[in-house]
C-alpha cells in the first residue's frame, strides 16, 4: 500500500484541527449561538447592529473580507467517537490596525447560526451529519469591533478525516436541487427588488425557499417565498443589493445555495398625477329634424392666457357627426372631435370667455359629448 504524501502546509493545518477535534470531543462547545439582530427604524426588517460606533477618532474601518474559503479536511482523530466535521480554511484578511479573530456561522432551516470563532485562518466545526453538505459564510473583527464584509456563501460536506461515509440518518434526507435560472427585475412596476427562478425539484416536496440578502457585516434572512419570485420593498431606490436563496422540503433538508443574484431596487411605475383643471365648458344644444346644432362655450381658469388653443371632446354615439362649424377648425374621427382656434381668437385671458359652435347629424340618440379637454388639461363642465 502506497503512503500518502502531505504538503508541509497541510501537515501543520492538520495538526491543528486534529488538536482542534480533540478538544471539541472531549469537550464539545457550544456551536448554535443565533445572530442577533435589531429592527431597522425605517423599515422594520432585521438588520446587523453597527459596527465600530464608538466615539470620534476610534477605529472605524472594518478588515477586508476573509478570501479564498476552501475545505481543509482534518486527519482522522486518534481517540474519542468519530463523528461529522467540516474543516476550513481560508486567506487572511487585512486591517488598518489589525484583525484580532474569525466568526464562522452555518446555515440551518432557521437561518444563519455561529458556528465557530478563531484567532486563526482554520476552523473545524464538529457535531455535523457525515455526509451532508453545509454552507457556511466567514466574517473577520478587528479589537475594535468592526466586522468585514461576508464571505459569498462556501458549501463543503461533513467527512470523517479524509473519508466520506454515508449518512446514517434516517427518514427523508435528501435536499431539494439547487435553485437554478435566476433573474432579476421579474417586477419592474414593484417598488423595490424583484427576482424569480426556476423550480427546485425534491423526492418528496419543495415546501419554500429562504431567501438572504447581504449586508455589510452578514447574510440576514429577508423573507420566505412559497413561489418562484420574490420581491422586496422598503429600499434605496437605484441602489443594488445582494441576494441567494436556498430550497428547503418538510424534513428541513437545504439545497446548495443559488448562484448569486444582483437587484436595483426600482422605483416602480410614477404615480399617476391627472392633469390640472384648465377650463371650463358650457355646452347647449338643440334639434332640429335629422341633425342638430350646439353651441360650446370656453373659459380659461388658468393663470395665464393661452395663445392658440385646441378643444377636444368625444361623440358618445356613433350616429352623431359634424356637417360644420363656426369659431373654430373643426375635425372628427370617429368619435373624436377636435375644435382649434382661429387667428383672430387664439388667445384667451385668465377668467376670459369665448363662443364657438357647430351643426351636426344624428341618427337615434344624441347624448351630450363628454371628455373635455383644452390644451391637454382638463374642464369642467358648468
Known sequence: MSRLSWPAAWTAAGAVAAALLAA???????LATSVV?????????????????????????????????????????TGGTPQGVVGLCWTPSSDDVGVTGYEIYRLTPDGFVKAATTTGTLTVVTGLTI????????????????????????????????????????????????PAGIQADCLPDFKGTSFCWTPSTD??????????????????????????????????????????MVAQDAA???????????????????????PPVSCKVKYDW?????????????????????????????????????????SATWSQSGKDVTAASTPWNAVIQPGGS????????????????????????VCIRG
Not at 475594535?144 to 459569498?152: D, Q
Request: hydrophobic share 30%; with cysteine.
Open 286 to 326: 338643440w334639434p332640429w329634424g335629422g341633425g342638430f346644432t350646439a353651441s360650446v362655450t370656453i373659459t380659461n381658469l388658468g393663470q395665464t392666457a393661452t395663445n392658440g388653443w385646441t378643444l377636444r371632446f368625444v361623440l358618445p354615439d356613433a350616429g352623431q357627426k359634424i356637417t360644420s362649424g363656426w
Open 131 to 178: 455526509g451532508r453538505t453545509y454552507t457556511f459564510y466567514i466574517v473577520a473583527k478587528d479589537a475594535a469591533g468592526n466586522t468585514s464584509r461576508p464571505t459569498a456563501p462556501f458549501s463543503t460536506t461533513a467527512v470523517t478525516g479524509m473519508s466520506v461515509s454515508p449518512s446514517p440518518g434516517t427518514g427523508d434526507t435528501t435536499p431539494p436541487t439547487k
Open 203 to 244: 423526492d418528496v416536496g419543495v415546501t419554500g425557499y429562504d431567501v438572504y440578502r447581504r449586508t455589510d457585516t452578514a447574510w440576514i434572512p429577508v423573507g420566505t417565498a412559497i413561489g418562484t419570485h420574490f420581491t422586496e420593498g422598503n429600499l434605496v431606490t437605484g441602489q443594488s443589493y445582494v441576494y441567494f
Open 37 to 77: 439582530y435589531a429592527a431597522s427604524a425605517s423599515s422594520g426588517e432585521p438588520t446587523p447592529q453597527p459596527t465600530g460606533s464608538g466615539p470620534a477618532g476610534t477605529d472605524t474601518t472594518p478588515p477586508t473580507t476573509p478570501g479564498e474559503v476552501r475545505p481543509c479536511p482534518p486527519p482522522l482523530p
Open 24 to 30: 471539541n470531543i472531549a469537550a464539545p462547545p457550544v
Open 354 to 377: 369665448l363662443q364657438i359652435g357647430f351643426t351636426g347629424t344624428s341618427t337615434g340618440a344624441n347624448p351630450e359629448p363628454t371628455g373635455f379637454t383644452l390644451n391637454g388639461g
Open 252 to 274: 428541513g433538508n437545504l439545497s446548495l445555495p443559488s448562484d448569486l443574484i444582483t437587484a436595483r431596487a426600482s422605483g416602480g411605475y410614477p404615480t399617476y398625477s391627472p
